[in-house]
């Protein structure tokens, strides 16, 4: 299995700022994810980040907003840009385990804008 | 593109009740299907997968679900739920070669009584 850390867990923000989240994981991956649980819904998929390339947005989803880092194996970061109170939601950071083809989560970054 | 149904939006039952879950999902290759579960304020776990070979898959905590190609159905059964089953359930698939990331169905909030 891997474990995913997701810095921070809540945050609380102010229209107009950005907010970094980090995961980290504990073993070197290839696919990480990045997806998004508003309120009452289901997981959407934001974007994937493999190490190297660029991040592949999902329809909906743009760079400007959403702009993603993949420095290493086992690090990324989504940025949420320029925020609303529509992009309140759960954040979720997801990475594939090698071999194994399952994927994991993070336990969240719960962001509220006001 | 890929989509997943999911039928039932919330279900309560008593304990020792029996549980089925419906999940139906739309894609035209071969998939690879899989149940989380989120507990209050816990992340998403997997509970099982279906990669190939026995459509009967068991999971964790008595779970199992069948894979029934024709009706393009992963359903999830429990002969007999607790209390602790109390938790939102999400089914999910991602291709078996290409497009990694998973597609989730909208979840079912699964409520027990004791």
């Known amino acids: 299995s891997a474990v995913i850390s997701q810095k921070p867990s809540r945050d609380i923000c102010q229209r107009g700022t950005s907010l970094t989240i980090q995961c980290q994981v504990d073993?070197?991956?290839?696919?990480m994810f990045w997806y998004r649980q508003q309120p009452g819904q289901s997981l959407t998929l934001i974007a994937t980040?493999?190490?190297?390339?660029?991040?592949?947005?999902e329809s909906g989803f743009v760079i400007d907003k959403f702009p993603i880092s993949r420095p290493n194996l086992t690090f990324s970061t989504l940025t949420v840009s320029n925020m609303s109170p529509e992009d309140s939601s759960i954040y979720l950071c997801?990475?594939?385990?090698?071999?194994?083809?399952?994927?994991?989560f993070g336990a969240g970054t719960r962001l509220s804008v006001l | 593109a890929q989509s997943v149904s999911q039928h039932n939006h919330h279900v309560i039952l008593s304990e020792a009740a029996s549980l089925e879950l419906g999940c139906n999902y739309s894609?035209?290759?071969?998939?690879?299907l899989f149940w989380y579960v989120q507990y209050p304020g816990q992340h998403l776990q997997l509970l099982l997968k279906?990669?190939?070979?026995?459509?009967l898959v068991k999971g964790i905590k008595g779970f199992e679900a069948e894979f029934i190609k024709s009706k393009f159905s992963f359903n999830l059964r429990k002969p007999s739920v607790q209390w602790s089953d109390t938790a939102e359930y999400f089914c999910?698939?991602?291709?078996?070669?290409?497009?990694?990331?998973?597609?989730f169905g909208s979840g079912t909030r699964l409520q027990v009584q004791p």
């Open positions: 997801s990475v594939e385990a090698r071999g194994l083809g399952i994927q994991y």
């Open positions: 073993s070197q991956v290839t696919m």
């Open positions: 980040a493999n190490q190297g390339s660029e991040a592949t947005y």
């Open positions: 894609y035209g290759g071969t998939v690879n």
């Open positions: 279906y990669f190939s070979g026995d459509p």
């Open positions: 999910a698939v991602n291709a078996r070669t290409g497009r990694r990331a998973l597609t």
